[in-house]
C-alpha cells in the first residue's frame, strides 16, 4: 500500500511519466486502441444523455474483458469489472427505453437516488468490496487487493445507478475513477490513467448536467413501476 499512495504523489513527476506514456503508446495494440475510442465516445454520450451509450459501452467493455482475460495480461479482476460493464450495459439498454402496456416508448426520467436505492448501493460496494479483497488476496497474486477491489466495488455501484439513470452514478463512478488513477500509475499503465483523467473531468461536468435535467424533470413522468423489468 505505501507504493501505491506514492504512485499518486507520482503524478506530479512528469519528466519520468510522459516518457512513460510515449512508451506504453508505442506498445499498444490495435485492441486496446479501439476499447479506448469507445470509452471515451461512451461516457460522452452518457454526458449527452444519449441511449447510444450502452451499444458503445457493449464494444469497449467486450474487447477489454478479452483482453484483461488474455494470459499476456492476467487482470482478472478487472475482466470481471467490464463484464460486469458489459452486462449493466445490456440492462441498462432495456429499460432506457421499455415500451409500457400502453404501446407508447416513454424513456425512464433522469431522477435523483432514493433511500432505498442508497440501501442497494450500500450493499453493492460493502458486499463488493468484501468479496473482491478476498478473491484477490486469496487466489490471485495481486499486490493492492485492498485498492483494485475498492475500484471495482464502487463503479459496480456507479454502473447500477446509470443504469437506473440516477444522477449520483457520476459521484460513485468518480470515487472509482480517482482511486484508480494512481493504481494505473502504480501498475504502469499510463495511457489508461489518462484515459481515467479524462473520464473523471467529463463525469464531473455529467453530473452537473444530470442535476439540471433531473430538476427540469415534469412531475407527470411515467411512473417507474411501469418500467421495471419483469
Given at each position: ?18 516518457p512513460?506514456?510515449?512508451e506504453?503508446?508505442?506498445?499498444t ?14 461516457v ?5 444523455n ?45 429499460i ?5 402496456k ?11 437516488a ?29 499486490t ?27 459521484i ?14 502504480y ?15 467529463v ?28
Amino acid at each position: 500500500m505505501p507504493n501505491y499512495l506514492f504512485a499518486l504523489l507520482s503524478l506530479m513527476a512528469w519528466n519520468e511519466y510522459l516518457p512513460l506514456l510515449t512508451e506504453q503508446w508505442q506498445h499498444t495494440g490495435t485492441w486496446e486502441i479501439i476499447a479506448v475510442i469507445f470509452s471515451v465516445l461512451g461516457v460522452l454520450l452518457a454526458y449527452r444523455n444519449n441511449v447510444l451509450l450502452y451499444p458503445a459501452g457493449l464494444i469497449s467493455t467486450g474487447i477489454y474483458t478479452l483482453l484483461m482475460a488474455s494470459p499476456k495480461v492476467g487482470l482478472y479482476a478487472e475482466a470481471s469489472l467490464n463484464l460486469y460493464y458489459f452486462v449493466m450495459s445490456i440492462y441498462g439498454w432495456i429499460i432506457w427505453g421499455r415500451i409500457p402496456k400502453n404501446g407508447t416508448r416513454k424513456e425512464l426520467p433522469i431522477s435523483k437516488a432514493q433511500g432505498k436505492d442508497w440501501s442497494i448501493v450500500f450493499a453493492i460496494c460493502g458486499l463488493g468490496f468484501l468479496l473482491l479483497w478476498w478473491v484477490l488476496s486469496s487466489f490471485t497474486p495481486s499486490t493492492v487487493p485492498l485498492a483494485d477491489a475498492f475500484v471495482s466495488a464502487t463503479a459496480w455501484a456507479g454502473m447500477w445507478l446509470l443504469a437506473k439513470r440516477k444522477v449520483e452514478n457520476w459521484i460513485l463512478l468518480n470515487i472509482s475513477n480517482a482511486a484508480a488513477i494512481p493504481l494505473l500509475v502504480y501498475k504502469q499503465m499510463p495511457l489508461t490513467a489518462l484515459l481515467t483523467v479524462f473520464l473523471f473531468i467529463v463525469a464531473v461536468f455529467g453530473f452537473f448536467r444530470w442535476r439540471r435535467i433531473s430538476r427540469e424533470e415534469p412531475l407527470s413522468a411515467t411512473p417507474l413501476n411501469h418500467l421495471k423489468l419483469q
